[in-house]
């Protein structure tokens, strides 16, 4: 089956750690992105990556990193530096530089911070 | 200008009603409308898309009307199901990239 996966389902975290959100695709995809959910606010995109190696900045990259090593694999890094960093987190794929190419979702990742 | 505004948040429609939910963007170099919907805790999955060189699409019971010279456009769902109680968020992208730029959501509840 091809599709996107990403662990854990559930993350809890303590204020200061930093934690490592794992997405993997096998849809030979080049593009990968990650969002963040929050309620009433809809999906806002953090990083995104159009290539392996290569990976931009999206509207809210402050406090969060990522690497692109591999083409089936984007994870993402919260970091201490996130203020706020309790969330619902999307990871998503696409052929890419294509324009206009569905998105395809992962099941996502519930991040709570105690 | 890279904003999509989307109304209403949320939405009650009885079974069987229509429901309509609308978006407006500013960019004109937007030339991809794809329309999400996400059941509670899973990810968000394409649901219908439309580019600008058409007016409407229909897929089953879903349909995206498209007004290019208004800058608006919106997801009707006819003879609306219980099973459809779900959040939808309506996104565009430009012609040279498949980031995407999402609305607010709206929340939608059909009853029985």
């Known amino acids: 089956d091809g599709g996107i996966t990403q662990s854990p389902k559930y993350l809890f975290r303590k204020e200061g750690q930093n934690v490592t959100l794992s997405c993997e695709q096998n849809l030979n995809h080049d593009a990968m992105y990650w969002y963040r959910q929050d309620p009433g606010q809809g999906l806002r995109l953090i990083y995104y990556?159009?290539?392996?190696?290569?990976?931009q900045k999206g509207d809210i990259a402050e406090g969060y990193s990522v690497s692109r090593e591999k083409k089936e694999s984007f994870p993402l890094t919260v970091t201490s530096a996130q203020k706020n960093p309790t969330a619902f987190y999307l990871c998503a794929s696409s052929i890419g530089l294509a324009g206009g190419s569905e998105q395809f979702f992962g099941p996502g990742t519930r991040l709570t911070v105690l | 200008q890279q904003q999509v505004k989307q109304s209403p948040q949320s939405l009650i429609v009885q079974k069987g009603g229509i429901s309509i939910i609308n978006c407006a963007y500013e960019n004109t170099a937007f030339d991809y409308f794809p329309w999400y919907q996400q059941f509670p805790g899973k990810g968000p999955a394409l649901l219908i898309a439309i580019r600008p060189d058409v007016s409407e699409k229909k897929e089953g019971r879903f349909t995206i009307s498209f007004n290019k010279s208004a800058k608006q456009f919106s997801l009707h769902i006819m003879d609306s199901q219980p099973g459809d109680s779900a959040t939808y968020f309506c996104?565009?992208?430009?012609?040279?990239?498949?980031?995407?730029?999402f609305g607010t959501g709206t929340r939608l509840q059909v009853f029985p």
């Open positions: 990556s159009q290539i392996v190696n290569d990976f």
């Open positions: 996104a565009a992208s430009m012609y040279n990239t498949d980031k995407l730029i």
